[in-house]
């Protein structure tokens, strides 16, 4: 039985393994993980940070004074929007740190985590918006809707300008995917506040203020719910691909391989996939471990995009019967 590591990266080719280190088993591999443009990403997190800060201290300041909870609310959801923003930038920023003895993944995983906190955060904000809502209905109090339509306007504007901002960043990615979801409640809740702003200045049906942020808070709630699911699933080792699936394919593309087992598949960062599986192969596999290696590593970088392979390869014995 012969262990053998293999390392295939995505748009690098796999360099041939020298035969002392295929006898020693013992190859040290460089990860070069591209993440999308990272400096271009600092940049477009610094700049949504810094017009959703300003706007931020606008509508909390603004719906104090007009005694709306629905501004309130959209002012704290833009503080932890801000706040995202804050992490987003801090993780892309610690991503870039090389690889060392402790941390031999990097600090990829540094993205999930603040995606995670972000959730979590999140959904704690709704708590607070829940109450406060659930106290103006038993006691509604008068807003000046004036005040409230202008401020929700003007963040509903910087809303777009921010999506603008970080549509051209890498959205794929769950970090900057956590940013880009938040300026998407937002902008749901400032166009929900313009509404109610005007129903309220014909109507005066204070109510609406109370019903409208507790709207907010359950679309809160759901892009929170969704964000911390998603974290969680890489931070516990969920598979981000089918390994059933997987197993499947691999039978069917090699004929050599007589079965895979102990597989394990998991998600460092975004598109940051590891795959790990012990494979018998047939005794009519004449090629050499190397090639074998290759061909496997090949495959499931194309099909899955697999970025780190590691097989341990296994000679089925042959079994022979006896003839008289």
């Known amino acids: 039985m012969a262990t053998i590591t293999s390392s295939f990266q995505s748009m690098h080719k796999h360099q041939p393994l020298k035969a002392k280190e295929e006898q020693h088993h013992h190859h040290d591999h460089t990860h070069a993980h591209h993440h999308g443009n990272s400096l271009s990403d600092q940049f477009l997190l610094k700049l949504s940070f810094g017009i959703t800060f300003l706007v931020m201290i606008v509508e909390i300041v603004a719906g104090m004074y007009a005694n709306s909870l629905a501004l309130i609310s959209d002012g704290i959801h833009m503080?932890?929007?801000a706040f995202a923003l804050f992490l987003s930038l801090g993780a892309l920023i610690i991503r870039t740190k090389k690889a060392n003895a402790q941390k031999s993944f990097g600090y990829y995983r540094a993205e999930v985590l603040a995606a995670f906190v972000n959730g979590l955060i999140i959904?704690?904000?709704?708590?607070?918006?829940?109450?406060e809502s659930?106290?103006?209905?038993?006691?509604?109090?008068?807003?000046?809707?004036?005040t409230t339509l202008m401020v929700a306007i003007v963040g509903l504007v910087v809303n777009i300008i921010t999506g603008v901002v970080l549509y051209k960043a890498d959205r794929e990615n769950i970090n900057i995917?956590?940013?880009?979801?938040?300026?998407?409640?937002?902008?749901?809740?400032?166009?929900?506040?313009?509404?109610?702003?005007v129903i309220i200045y014909y109507t005066d049906f204070f109510l609406l203020d109370a019903l409208l942020a507790l709207f907010i808070s359950m679309v809160i709630l759901k892009w929170a719910w969704g964000l911390i699911h998603d974290s969680l699933h890489i931070l516990l080792e969920g598979s981000p691909l089918d390994t059933t699936e997987i197993y499947t394919r691999l039978?069917?593309?090699f004929p050599f391989i007589a079965s895979v087992y102990d597989m394990h598949c998991w998600e460092i960062s975004h598109n940051y996939y590891c795959f790990s599986a012990h494979i018998k192969v047939h005794p009519f596999a004449?090629?050499?471990?190397?090639d074998l290696l290759q061909k496997i590593s090949s495959f499931l970088e194309k099909e899955f995009a697999i970025a780190h392979v590691t097989v341990q390869l296994e000679h089925e014995k042959a079994s022979f019967k006896r003839v008289f």
């Open 123 to 131: 959904a704690v904000s709704v708590v607070w918006i829940v109450y």
């Open 177 to 197: 995917k956590s940013a880009f979801l938040h300026m998407l409640t937002d902008a749901l809740s400032s166009v929900a506040i313009i509404i109610g702003a």
């Open 134 to 146: 659930i106290e103006r209905l038993i006691t509604p109090e008068a807003i000046l809707s004036e």
């Open 79 to 81: 503080f932890t929007h």
């Open 251 to 253: 039978l069917q593309a």
């Open 286 to 290: 004449h090629e050499s471990h190397n």
